[in-house]
C-alpha cells in the first residue's frame, strides 16, 4: 500500500482505540510477552464508517495490486478475522471459507468450514499478523483441499522477522493495510505519544522478547 493510504488507515484505527500504549506496566500478552502497545481490530465491527473505509481499502488491494482475475476464493482465518473475510467476499460476490486454527473435536471435526473447489485462486483475509504462524495454517488448510494460495491481505502486520520468515517458507505474499511502526508513526503525530515513547514502541518492534529486559521491566 502506498504511505498516504496506510497512513489514513492508521489515522482510522486510531481514531477508535484499536491500537493502546502502555508503558509501565506494560501489556502482558497470553504468552508472557510484556509489550507497550495492545491491538484488536475486532473493534472495527462496532464503528460501521470506519468498517466501510477499511472494507473499500482491502477491496481495493485486491482489485488493484492482486487483480481480481487472482481472487476466485476468500479464506478467513478464525476467528477475528471472519468479520473482514465476509464483509469482502460480500462486497465482492465471492465464495467464503473459514479456517479454525485446530480441527473440530466434535461433529464432522472440521478445519475448515465452508465448500472450497479445486483448483480455485483463494486470497486470505487476516485482521493482524504478529507471528503469521495463523496465516501459515490457513494456507496449508486451503492447498490440502486443492486451493492455490498466493496472497494474504490484513489489515495491520507488525512485520516482525519471524512473521516475514514465515511467509516466506509458506511462500505468501502479505500485503498489510497499515503497520505497526507506521500506527506509531502516526500515533505520535496525533499526540497519542511521546516522541520517547515512540522510541520505546520502536525498540519493541525491533527485539519483543527482549524488550522488557532492555527497559528493566523483569
Known sequence: MGKNISEEVAKLLLSIGVMTFR??????????????????????MSYPEVRKKIVNYYIKV???EIGLENV?????????????????????????VFVRPSTKS??????VEGYIKKGSKVVIIEDHISTAESVAGNAA????LGGVVEYCVTTTSYQSEKSLQTLKNSGIKLIPLTT??????????MG???SDQ?????????????????????
Open 106 to 111: 466434535y461433529g464432522k471435526g472440521n478445519k
Open 192 to 194: 497519542k505519544i511521546t
Open 62 to 64: 485486491l482489485k488493484e
Open 180 to 189: 505497526g511502526k507506521i500506527l506509531a508513526e502516526t500515533a505520535l503525530k
Open 141 to 144: 488448510a486451503m492447498r490440502e
Open 72 to 96: 476466485e476464493w476468500i479464506s478467513a482465518t478464525a476467528s477475528a478475522a471472519i468479520p473482514q473475510g465476509a464483509w469482502v467476499s460480500w462486497q465482492l460476490n465471492l465464495p467464503m
Open 198 to 218: 515512540k522510541g520505546k514502541i520502536d525498540a519493541w518492534f525491533t527485539d519483543p522478547p527482549n524488550w522488557a529486559k532492555k527497559m528493566g521491566l523483569e
Open 23 to 44: 508503558f509501565d506496566p506494560p501489556y502482558t500478552y497470553t504468552t508472557g510477552l510484556k509489550s507497550p502497545v495492545y491491538l484488536d481490530n475486532r473493534l472495527v
